[in-house]
């Protein structure tokens, strides 16, 4: 099938806002009309056992896509609250828990720390100018006073990739608990859960995965389910959901005592067209594509370590790419003097060639 049959890609100039949002996929598209509202136009209230298959479907799906096991997946709203729930869930016995995380991890997940002041929670930032790939600038900061150690895959504002699995290894050795970020990983990097030493893992599909707003989902490792207790609860994070007892609360033994009330379907519908189209075509085929676009875009730059966006640091600059970048009607974003552009597999070689004619003469 080709590209222009399985996306459904903005009309005008190119397209280079994956880092923001992924385009539709058709799939996607289809799956929010057969999955969520077909079953409730003909069936009412009693497609719930039918809504209920299809979310774990979408567990399914993560777990095909990342390893991991099925039950170790649950759906969140995004990142940031899984982040919350996942912290306010752990068996603490110190006073004070320190999360370690690199000045340039999304700033969102570093508010959820801090707002969790009042429950002894305090962020530590490894400083900007320490880079976040340098296995030694961890090792340097992984002190006795950490306790858990937040690493982003790929960094939103640099691109830039982390070895996760070698930093995991390194704080594991020390005994902290590792979290990963992979907002803008998945579904372009490839990630097999299970090769890294790590606690727990946040994602959404917004981005690589083409899934819409809405379907994040976190991962926590089997093993440690039982320890944790999530405090936002409600009937769907119960071992029986439908023992309807107010006086008796069990928590399911599975991730799904993560989830809380009622959940929203469409996201999910809608997103797990996206994870299957990416599974169709295999992440390590996307990341090839990738790689070949962004080093057409850019020739004076090693992509290897870099995730799929071009994060363009324009200094002075700045306005006279973003002028061309609008010139030729493209759809991307500026973030102080950075540009950032993503190439899916929905670019063309003639669209990276466009940045590279861009960044040329500068
Ligand atoms: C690396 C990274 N983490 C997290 C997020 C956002 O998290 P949330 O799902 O809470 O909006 C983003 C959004 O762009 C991101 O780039």
Known sequence: MSIKTQFIIPEGGPYYLTHSIGPMTRKGKDYLDAHYLTPWIEKGGQAWPYWLTLMDRFNGALSKLLGGGEDEFAHQPNLSAALSKYLLSLPLKKSTTKILMHAHAFPSMGFVVSALKSDNFELVLIPETQPAQDLQVWADHLSEDIDIVLLTHVHSMTGVLSPVG??????????????????????????????????????????????????????????????????????????NPFEFDIRNFEYSETAKKFWDGTPSVAPYAMALGGIETVLDMGVETIRARNLELLQTARTDFDFTDNGGTICYKAGEQADQIENGLKLMKAKFDRRGDTLRLSLHVTNTLEQANRIANLLKPI
């Open 166 to 239: 070698e930093i995991a290894r390194l704080a594991k050795s020390k005994g902290k608990r590792v979290l990963v970020d992979v907002a803008q990983s998945v579904g372009v990097i490839p990630i097999h859960i299970p090769d890294w030493d790590v606690d727990a893992v946040f994602g959404s599909c917004i981005k690589w995965l083409c899934g819409g707003p809405g379907a994040g989902w976190m991962w926590v490792r089997a093993e440690e389910l039982p320890t944790l207790n999530p405090v936002t609860v409600g009937w769907f994070s119960h071992a």
